[in-house]
């Protein structure tokens, strides 16, 4: 009740908001390229642990064990064939450098801006792309990892707060979306070049998917030269007023725009403090930051979505389909994901988080366990699992991945880039992204031993984590549609659950 009213409240107490203006999304789009080389790096490294080339020069024995097994037509260790420890350290070697990254970009961000940090970051992955597309031998390969980790790591922690800044209130959602929606275009374009180019007879089409990389990134990289400084970063680097008044009446297309600038000036002067923003957010009166900041990343991770953005070629291939019907398959859940993102910027804005989220955790939970089931009964019932089983789980995938697609997946870089004040944004989110980092290099580690002793269950323990998350979600995290980016911490102070750690921020920050 009180949480509703304050959301109205801070609705109406900034009425001029803006427009989306071809400046705005001009710099927007260049800006979420950021997401783009995420998502790519995700679908190609899957897709490329799928090639037999590729396994035979880098992974030779996981790839004597499938032809060993092929040869045998046994598929009912098929689920072991990719538990090695060196070909996990291939795709979870990025979260490494990704985790230490994104703490460092942390003060790039704060004390530079937003421009170096997103500029840094497609430096970093046009190298590491570069290197992995011509590398010989695992070291070069796994080099490559590091940097295309450094590159991400730094993109993912600027990109949603420049796409959160740069918004206007009332778009904020569908705008700030556009970055899970560049990330699923990332993931749908390496899942097509991976399907072309495994079919090249003379085992370099690896190479040229992992080279491919760089064209995004050097998108990135030039364009982040010309991007724009948030209005938001200007006052916290500079203090120029009047620059970010010029700024402000430019993204938002309107003179009108003193009340927001209000905003953000008393905002910017809580960031001013010489107090360590890390142990800023250790703080009481930021406690539901700090918990969104870990509970979030943490919940996106084990919804399961590594599964099938890492290893789904390698799933559908457990279940029956040869390499090229996998990377098809893969293709096909590559569309429905950013079909679904595309739909959830279309409606966030309208219907808020909250029940996308809601709508978003029942369709993945109902689509997860009766993919446990299929497989487990498949198994059974003969040992073997069937081509019409295979094709059975291809269609419930692609109902998990709408439902992530529309819920967890944009709102899980959304929800934290607008819920943190000024004064630890920059923190605030170099700490969701690294932890989700350490997470997700925790599902690309245990995933393949999980497939492999646990089968049809890993499904249903990632299951009984959507359940969990889903009525936290609805507890614990208010509903920001519409509000203006600088007012959202008012609404932990009216939060049934938060507003006993929160009440006393005002005359914390006056003792100040």
């Known amino acids: ?39 790519y790096d995700i679908g190609v490294s899957g897709g490329v642990m799928s090639m037999g080339p590729f396994l035979e020069r880098f992974f030779p024995k996981v790839y004597k064990l499938e032809e060993e097994d092929r040869r045998r037509r046994r598929n009912n260790n098929h689920y072991c064939l990719f538990n090695s420890q060196l070909l996990t350290s291939f795709t979870s070697s990025l979260y490494v450098s990704g985790f230490i990254a994104s ?19 497609g430096v970093a992955f046009l190298a590491g792309s570069a290197l992995g597309g011509s590398a010989q031998n695992v070291a070069m390969l796994l080099i490559a990892r590091l940097l ?3 590159g991400v790591g730094f993109a993912n922690q600027s990109v949603p ?3 959160s800044e740069m918004a206007p209130a009332k778009y904020r959602g569908a705008i700030s979306n556009g970055f899970q929606l560049c990330i699923g275009i990332g993931f749908l374009t390496a899942n097509v070049i991976n399907y072309e180019t495994q079919k090249i007879k003379h085992s370099y089409g690896w190479r040229i998917s992992l080279a491919t990389a760089a064209i995004p990134a050097s998108i990135l990289t030039l364009g982040s030269i010309f991007l724009p400084e948030t209005p938001n970063s200007i006052i916290q680097t500079t203090g120029d007023v009047h620059k970010a008044e010029l700024m402000l009446r430019r993204v938002r297309g309107t003179n009108d725009v003193q009340d927001e600038l209000t905003d953000l000036v008393e905002a910017s002067s809580g960031s001013e403090s010489n107090s360590n923003a890390f142990v800023k957010l250790l703080q009481r009166k930021y406690r539901p930051e700090l918990v969104m900041a870990l509970a979030i990343p943490f919940f996106q991770q084990v919804t399961g979505i590594n599964v099938v953005a890492f290893y789904a070629p390698v799933l559908f291939r457990t279940v029956g389909f040869g390499e ?8 096909v859940t590559g569309i429905v994901g950013t079909a679904s993102t595309l739909l959830s910027m279309l409606v966030v804005d309208r219907i ?27 198994e059974l019932h003969d040992g073997v699992i069937k081509e019409g089983y295979g094709y059975a789980v291809v269609v419930l995938v692609c109902v998990y991945v709408a439902g992530f697609g529309w819920s ?22 170099s700490v969701t992204v690294a932890v989700s980092f350490v997470f997700t290099f925790a599902v690309a580690q245990s995933v393949p031993p999980m497939l492999c002793k646990f089968r049809a269950g890993i499904f249903f323990f990632y299951g009984g984590w959507v359940v969990v998350m889903t009525v936290a979600v609805q507890l614990f995290l208010p509903e920001t549609k519409n509000v203006p980016i600088e007012k959202v911490a008012g609404l932990w102070e009216k939060h049934w659950f938060w507003k006993r750690m929160t009440k006393k921020r005002d005359t914390q920050e006056t003792a100040m």
């Not at 090229?324 to 293709?331: D, E, H, K, R, V």
């Open 324 to 331: 090229s019907g996998s990377l098809m398959s893969t293709l």
């Open 103 to 121: 703490l460092l970009a942390s003060s790039v961000t704060r004390s530079w801006g937003r421009k170096p940090s997103i500029f840094l970051g």
């Open 352 to 378: 808020g988080r909250k029940t996308l989220f809601l709508i978003g955790g029942l369709q993945m939970l109902v689509s997860q366990v009766t993919i446990g089931v299929i497989i487990m009964v498949a």
């Open 1 to 39: 009740m009180g949480e509703e009213e304050a959301r109205k409240e801070a609705m109406t107490a900034s009425k001029s908001g803006g427009k989306i203006t071809f400046f705005v999304v001009a710099s927007c789009i260049m800006a979420a390229m950021g997401g783009v080389i995420f998502g």
């Open 161 to 163: 707060l420049y796409l």
């Open 148 to 150: 295309l980790g450094v």
């Open 408 to 429: 967890w997946g944009p709102l899980g870089w959304l929800v934290p880039s607008e819920i943190f004040p000024l004064e630890i944004r920059s923190v605030a989110q």
